[in-house]
Every structure is written in structure tokens, then in C-alpha cells.
């Protein structure tokens, strides 16, 4: 028998203007578990990040984390109970060091100007440099975050949601716009991640997916049509005729 789920949607169902983007969605991810989520243009695949960070509101069904449930309450709240969103676009301050990113997150703090008051812990010295390991980015910590490349401004962003300490984190297609390096770079990094906490990553690129070699659920239509590791996904003949539009 599986444990308890960590994350749980449960019939889920959201209507924008009469539009079913999310039609019946049960899903469920395991503790320690990392899952890819593929699924066409309109799939819904977004709509259901926006359902479990509370930024959209499911019309019906229930959304659970850690057993508890999610659907009444807003997006800092979510964000509190330990799930953390990584956007599509890297939002970094550019003027500021790859460090002083890092520290920002750490301290809470929203904008630039307030480190100019904060003092840096020896906690925060010591997580800082781990953060750096783990985003592979040590030896551009006095770099300001404008000078790098498409590929560590995501780290970075990644590093700085680790900072808040999330259980889960949600990626949105990291690896768009990112070199084939990068992009393999990315999957090592997410594993690494995946180590100590949950991950959900949306992403449209394959071999990145196959890189990550976890299990892939595959939307349509605002709900489940297969759920497995990517080979056996791939050659599901349901899911071939929704991506080749059959
Ligand atoms: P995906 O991320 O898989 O491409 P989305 O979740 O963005 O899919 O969208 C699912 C469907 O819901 C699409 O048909 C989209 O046009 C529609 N949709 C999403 N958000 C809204 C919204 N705020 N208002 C109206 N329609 C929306």
C-alpha cells in the first residue's frame, strides 16, 4: 500500500468563461516523489500549477497537501505550508550579485535596497555556499546576476526559492531558451534538488524529460490521459494521436 500522498488533487475542476481547462483532474505525488508533466498546447498544465500555488480556484474537487486542504486558502498561505513556484521567466536582480540574490531570498526580503540595513549571519554564510554548490554557480557568487547567461539566471532563481525552504517545488519549463549543456546541466540539478524535497516540473522538452528519468503524467484535456515512465507514455497510442492531433 503507498503512503500518504504529499500532494493530492482530487476531481478537480475549473471553468474559465464556460471552458472546462481542468475537467476531473485526479493526481497524486508521493513524499520525496519528482514527477514530469507533459501534455499539449492548452492541455491545462498551467491551470493546474495556478490550482495548487491557489492562484486559481477549483469550482469543484479538492486539493490536498500533506493532508491538508488547500482549496480555501490564498497564495502566501500555500506558499508558507512548504510549496514553492518556479516561473517560465527568471526574475533576478540584475544589479545585484549571484550572492546577494541568494542572501535576499534567505532574509525574506523583496527588494534591493533593504540589504543595505541587513547584517549576514553565519547561518546565512554557510547556506549561501551551499546554495551556490547546489546551483553550480560558486564561481560566479561576485558576478552581478545581469552577466549571466539565460541558463544560471534559472539556477539562481531556483537557488533563491531554496532558500525559502519549500518541500515542493514547482518548475514551469526551465529549460526553455537554455542550451543543450544547460539543459542537461538542469536535469542534474533538479535531481540533486530531488534529493531532499518533492519536485513537479512542467516541460515540454523530451530529452530533458528522459534526462530526468522520473515518472511522466501526461494531461489532455484538463485531465489524465496516461500516467508512467516516458517510455511507455510515449508509445501509449492515446497519447500519440493527442500529440501528433489526430
Ligand atoms: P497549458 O499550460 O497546458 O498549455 P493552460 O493551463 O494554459 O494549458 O490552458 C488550458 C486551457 O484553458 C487553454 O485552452 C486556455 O486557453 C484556457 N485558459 C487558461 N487560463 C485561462 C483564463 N484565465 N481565461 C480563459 N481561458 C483560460
Do not use: C
Request: hydrophobic share 40%; aromatic share 4%; proline share 4%.
Amino acid at each position: 500500500m503507498n503512503a500518504s500522498p504529499l500532494l493530492e488533487l482530487r476531481n478537480v475542476s475549473v471553468s474559465f468563461d464556460g471552458f472546462r481547462a481542468i475537467n476531473d483532474l485526479s493526481l497524486s505525488l508521493q513524499p520525496g516523489e519528482m514527477r514530469a508533466i507533459i501534455g499539449p498546447n492548452g492541455a491545462g498544465k498551467t491551470t493546474m500549477m495556478d490550482i495548487i500555488t491557489g492562484k486559481t480556484r477549483p469550482d469543484t474537487g479538492i486539493v490536498r497537501f500533506e493532508g491538508r486542504d488547500l482549496t480555501r486558502l490564498d497564495e502566501p498561505a500555500i506558499a508558507r505550508l512548504g510549496i514553492g513556484r518556479k516561473f517560465q521567466k527568471p526574475t533576478v536582480f540584475e544589479a545585484l550579485s549571484v550572492r546577494d540574490n541568494l542572501l535576499l531570498s534567505l532574509k525574506g526580503l523583496r527588494s534591493p535596497f533593504s540589504l543595505l540595513f541587513a547584517k549576514k549571519t553565519e547561518v546565512e554564510t554557510f547556506r549561501i555556499r551551499a546554495l551556490l554548490e547546489t546551483t553550480r554557480l560558486a564561481a560566479r557568487a561576485e558576478e552581478q546576476a545581469g552577466s549571466l547567461s539565460h541558463g544560471q539566471k534559472q539556477w539562481l532563481e531556483i537557488g533563491m526559492l531554496l532558500g525559502q525552504e519549500p518541500q515542493l517545488l514547482l518548475v514551469d519549463e526551465p529549460v526553455a531558451g537554455m542550451t543543450d549543456a544547460e539543459t542537461m546541466a538542469t536535469a542534474d540539478l533538479l535531481r540533486d534538488i530531488n534529493r531532499t524535497r518533492s519536485v513537479v516540473v512542467v516541460e515540454h522538452d523530451m530529452e530533458f524529460v528522459r534526462a530526468l528519468n522520473v515518472s511522466v503524467t501526461v494531461l489532455h484535456e484538463g485531465s489524465v490521459l496516461a500516467e508512467g515512465p516516458l517510455d511507455e507514455v510515449s508509445a501509449d497510442p492515446r497519447v500519440i494521436d493527442v500529440y501528433l492531433g489526430r
